[in-house]
């Protein structure tokens, strides 16, 4: 079974409807990421949280909204989803020593969206 | 602010060949941690291998190896005895940390390099 699981794994969707992202994690990691990926520009954060009560806004957050509802669940909420909003989205999981490496990143297998 | 630079956009290598792939960074944290992810068509993204700052010795996973200049503000990640499997997209990633060496955890990424593998 995979540690990190994004839902949905494939999205289109039209201008100005609201969407939502979602990730479940079971490595019991406390910091959860949301990236996403447009071709050129490598992987961008836009949130992160580092346990349940701490959300932090990441380099490019306008537009975006996030949810902890657990330690192992983070949500990602396009208000009003735009098309330049178009991307691959992933989600991560990280914890200090959880294999050596200090806050080596987990990653979720990336959610496509497509917005019309 | 941490900036991570691949100056490659694409590469090519002939099967059973060695490959440098480049990354440059900037930033001003005493601590730090470079990573290498690849990327194949899929889409998921496979860690594979990490430097710490203060590491003396240059990291080493199986066939990839990293080239880390700290001086020179370097982290080159080299692939040897290249497989067609290895055709992918490679992201270098950074991350930092506080005065106070807390990480914060979130990583910085280049733009990535594409690398094909020629049989």
């Known amino acids: 079974d995979a540690d990190v699981t994004q839902t949905p794994r494939n999205r289109i969707t039209k201008t100005g409807k609201r969407i939502m992202l979602e990730c479940s994690q079971t490595k019991g990691h406390d910091r959860m990421y949301w990236y996403r990926q447009d071709p050129g520009l490598g992987l961008r954060l836009i949130y992160y949280s580092f346990d349940v009560k701490d959300i932090n806004k990441g380099e490019i957050s306008d537009g975006y909204s996030v949810s902890r509802q657990a330690q192992a669940k983070f949500s990602l909420s396009l208000e009003s989803a735009i098309p330049n909003q178009t991307a691959l989205y992933f989600c991560a999981t990280s914890d200090l020593h959880s294999s050596g490496r200090t806050y080596e990143q987990f990653f979720g297998p990336g959610t496509r969206l497509t917005v019309l | 602010a941490q900036k991570i630079t691949q100056t490659q956009p694409g590469m090519f290598v002939q099967e059973k060949e060695a490959v440098t792939l480049d990354c440059t960074y900037d930033t001003s944290d005493q601590s730090y941690g470079l990573f290498w992810y690849k990327q194949p068509s899929s889409g998921e993204m496979i860690f594979l291998i990490y430097q710490g700052s203060y590491d003396e010795q240059n990291a080493t996973e199986g066939r990839y190896s990293l080239n880390f200049q700290k001086a020179r503000k370097s982290a080159n990640l080299v692939i040897s005895a290249s497989q067609l499997g290895d055709s992918a997209m490679y992201f270098c990633?950074?991350?930092?940390?506080?005065?106070?060496?807390?990480?914060?955890?979130?990583?910085?990424f280049g733009q990535g390099t594409i690398l094909t593998v020629h049989p």
């Open positions: 990633a950074m991350r930092g940390a506080n005065a106070g060496g807390t990480s914060y955890g979130k990583l910085t």
